[in-house]
Nanobody, 114 residues
Framework: QVQLVESGGGLVQPGGSLRLSCAAS????????MSWYRQTPGKERDLVAV????????RYADSVKGRFTISRDNAKNRLYLQMNSLKPEDTAVYYC???????WGQGTQVTVSS
């Protein structure tokens, strides 16, 4: 069955960096676009970044453009989110999403605080 397992979250100071990883299994990862979303308490889950199946095309929310980079390694069935210049407002639970299967990972908490 489809599985998505996020890792790499944690506590970081403003201006710092984190790299999130999503390990995918149970489907042909290289065939499908993938996304990262984030959610804060009481709010809807928001799209952060999308990447096509080959990784050739990416798209970002305006709030993270120039700071975050989505990438993938199809040989390893891994999705990544490099987050630089982190701000307190980036604090959220970050989720990996496979739209083709409407499947979410369990999420990883990112907290940006001094």
């Amino acid at each position: 069955q489809v599985q998505l397992v996020e890792s790499g979250g944690g506590l970081v100071q403003p201006g710092g960096s984190l790299r999130l990883s999503c390990a995918a299994s149970g489907f042909t990862f290289s065939n499908y676009p993938m996304s990262w979303y984030r959610q804060t308490p009481g709010k809807e889950r928001d799209l952060v970044a999308v990447i096509t199946s080959t990784g050739a095309v990416t798209r970002y929310a305006d709030s993270v453009k120039g700071r975050f980079t989505i990438s993938r390694d199809n040989a390893k069935n891994r999705l990544y989110l490099q987050m630089n210049s982190l701000k307190p407002e980036d604090t959220a639970v970050y989720y990996c999403y496979a739209r083709a299967y409407n499947y979410w990972g369990q999420g990883t908490q990112v907290t940006v605080s001094s």
